[in-house]
């Protein structure tokens, strides 16, 4: 078990939180009693959640060493210095082969780069402090694969692995991690389809999810994020199926790769 943390009257920054995810995380800190600023690339969005619940609005590139400076800045003029921060920002543009250099920069910048250089600006201070906590949103994708994506998956994958050193590197002087890996939530990536030029590749992308398990609220997901960080727990499965599947893949590699390469055949009779 890592380290555990309660967020009453904590400082919190939730980044993608003009909708979805975010949004539902910040909800739940701001119910639980923590001090909340939001971040989004969308400013309009972000200002209207912000002001629904009572949080301060920081807009811009989550990946941009500026913007999350200015969001740290933002929290300790508020409310004093930041305690956790949830990486939860988050792109599906580029899918297979096709996948310009372009997709592929934006989907590290935003998918891992960004939790890369928040805790740059933020591990130091916390370890001097001995407290802190970093939620990465990464994706079951990161723990699996994503049918039809490969900038997501690869960039999840790198996500998972950072979360993972960090809690490693950290742990012992009093950082708590934790990572979410959940399949299919309600939110605007899935119901786009993850298009990018390519609508029956990201027709294939959101229905490998979307068949995979049931569609989750993101109320829910929130809900299981702050249980995670209360215990201290590293690895968020809002979906049970999500630790069996990974079983399987670490049990028999091939035969994990010849079933999903089956799942793929039937996605793509499916959704023509």
Not at 76 to 103: C, K, R, Y
Request: net charge negative.
């Amino acid at each position: 078990m890592g380290v555990p943390m309660q967020v009453q009257d904590k400082v919190a920054v939730v980044t993608g939180a003009a909708g979805g995810i975010g949004a539902a995380i910040a909800q739940a800190l701001v119910d639980a009693g923590a001090h909340v600023v939001v971040s989004d690339l969308d400013e309009a969005r972000v200002v209207a959640t912000a002001e629904r619940l009572g949080a301060v609005a920081v807009a811009g590139d989550a990946s941009s060493d500026e913007v999350i400076a200015a969001m740290i800045t933002a929290a300790e003029q508020a409310h004093g210095p930041v305690d956790l921060f949830f990486a939860n920002a988050g792109i599906g543009d580029g899918l297979g082969l096709s996948a310009t250099d372009a997709q592929w920069q934006a989907a590290l910048d935003v998918n891992l780069l960004a939790h890369v250089r928040a805790a740059r600006q933020l591990v130091p201070g916390w370890v001097e402090r001995g407290t802190g906590y970093f939620v990465s949103t990464a994706s079951a994708a990161g723990l699996l694969t994503q049918i039809g994506s490969a900038t997501y998956s690869v960039s999840k994958h790198g996500a998972v692995a950072f979360a993972e050193w960090l809690a490693v590197t950290y742990g012992d002087d009093g950082i708590g991690v934790s990572c979410l890996c959940p399949m299919g939530v309600d939110t605007d990536l899935l119901r786009s389809g993850m298009t990018s030029g390519d609508d029956a590749g990201g027709r294939v992308a959101a229905a490998a999810v979307t068949g995979a398990g049931e569609v989750l609220a993101p109320s829910d997901v929130a809900d299981q994020v702050l249980a995670a960080v209360a215990e201290g727990r590293f690895l968020i499965t809002p979906h049970e199926d999500v630790r069996e599947f990974l079983r399987r893949k670490v049990d028999d590699h091939d035969r994990w790769i010849g079933g999903m390469q089956r799942y793929q055949r039937h996605l793509r009779e499916s959704t023509r």
